[in-house]
């Protein structure tokens, strides 16, 4: 079977000076808000990022994760900061990695925004992304590390929605190996960073099993799983030859199903600003779901039910957690879709709108300066 190249056309590849573009502000971005790898502090750091460097800097010394320390995370995040202090033998050793997520994640949300909006307004809404990360981001934590698989997923999902019906809705597995494999991530990390993957590759099944391609459901599943075993198999290999195997699988699975059954959503911080910035984090995917519920009445229905599902399923799962901020990181990218849909649908078609305009300009200012002051950076 073969299948239509559904990608971006050579016409609407990335400029070499936007790739510069995005690799410099990542290494900034990185240089200034990632307070724990940033060569730039030198100031004590505690909570998560302490323990998954601790954890991290040990194993690459030949200590055994969930044996000798233990946190309830999955192995990925230890590997990540066990793979830093190999590189340099210095906790700045992350960041190189953390530069490299955001770098690959800027291109994805730049290929997610292409979709729907061409010209140099792609890399003025690619960089308005960063605003609201900036306003979730916790340095070294286990979102930012599966943020590019799970931005690259999303723009699968945007690739498949926008030419299902040319392609008889056809559905590339290259994809659902990639969707297995950030499914595995997040298993590998926290397994609640993968309820919009799951949304999304519901959605996609029911139109398969719907258009009744059957053989091509049966190929995604087997790429899917594919995708999965890659990077999860050699974890589970590692711990079952070292006698660790059911550490791991408490540690990973089991204590966080505990952990996540006796949370409950609460603000952290004080004041006004404390509620707007968690109304904002947590708000991507209800206002996607919105997005989809206007699809519907506009009768695309492949669009519409993609939205709502990959919108709702974080959403559900945040109103129940612990309702950290950093948690909104996995539907951050979602603001790349309503970014676009905000332009196409009010300013594209008014030119006279010169207000919404100016709130985008805004967006990233406004964003970091609460992101400093939730950090207690400045003030």
């Not at 995040?77 to 210095?90: K, R």
């Not at 392609?167 to 190996?177: A, E, F």
């Not at 509620?275 to 695309?300: H, T, W």
């Not at 676009?340 to 008014?350: D, L, R, T």
């Amino acid at each position: 079977m073969k299948f239509k190249n559904t990608n971006i056309s050579a016409t609407n590849t990335i400029q070499k000076k936007y790739l510069l573009i995005y690799f410099v502000i990542s290494i900034l971005f990185m240089l200034c808000l990632s307070t724990s790898t940033s060569p730039l502090y030198n100031i004590p750091y505690a909570g998560d990022t302490a323990m998954f460097q601790t954890i991290g800097k040990y194993w690459a010394e030949g200590s055994l994760p969930y044996v000798d320390l233990w946190d309830s995370k999955g192995p990925l995040i230890f590997a990540v900061n066990a793979l830093g202090y190999l590189l340099t033998g210095q906790r700045w050793g992350i960041m190189i990695i953390q530069v490299i997520c955001l770098f690959i994640t800027l291109i994805m949300i730049d290929r997610i925004i292409s979709q729907y909006i061409t010209g140099k307004k792609v890399l003025l809404f690619s960089l308005l992304f960063l605003g609201a990360y900036s306003l979730v981001y916790a340095n070294n934590c286990t979102e930012e590390y599966i943020l590019p698989l799970l931005t690259a997923s999303l723009y699968g999902f945007t690739v498949y929605i926008e030419n299902a019906r040319k392609n008889n809705y056809v559905h590339n597995p290259l994809w659902s190996l990639l969707y297995g494999i950030t499914f595995a991530a997040c298993f590998l990390t926290r397994l609640t960073n993968a309820l919009g993957i799951c949304g999304g590759v519901f959605v996609i099944v029911c139109m398969l099993i719907i258009s009744k391609n059957f053989k091509n459901l049966f190929q995604n599943a087997i790429m899917f799983i594919a995708g999965f075993l890659i990077l999860t198999l050699p974890f589970l290999l590692y711990f079952y030859f070292n006698h660790a195997f059911n550490d791991f699988l408490y540690g990973t699975f089991t204590y966080n199903l505990e952990y996540a059954g006796n949370s409950h959503f609460k603000i952290y911080g004080n004041g006004i600003l404390a509620v707007l910035a968690s109304i904002f984090s947590f708000m991507s995917g209800p206002i996607v779901a919105v997005i989809g519920i206007i699809c519907l009445f506009k009768k695309s229905l492949l669009k519409g039910f993609m939205y709502i599902f990959i919108g709702l399923l974080p959403f559900i799962w945040f109103i129940k957690s612990n309702g950290y901020l950093h948690y909104a990181i996995i539907t951050i990218p979602y603001y790349g879709l309503i970014i676009s849909a905000v332009y196409k649908e009010f300013i594209q078609k008014n030119k006279k709108s010169k207000i919404i305009k100016f709130c985008l300009c805004q967006f990233v200012f406004y964003n970091v300066l609460l992101e400093f002051y939730i950090q207690g950076k400045i003030l």
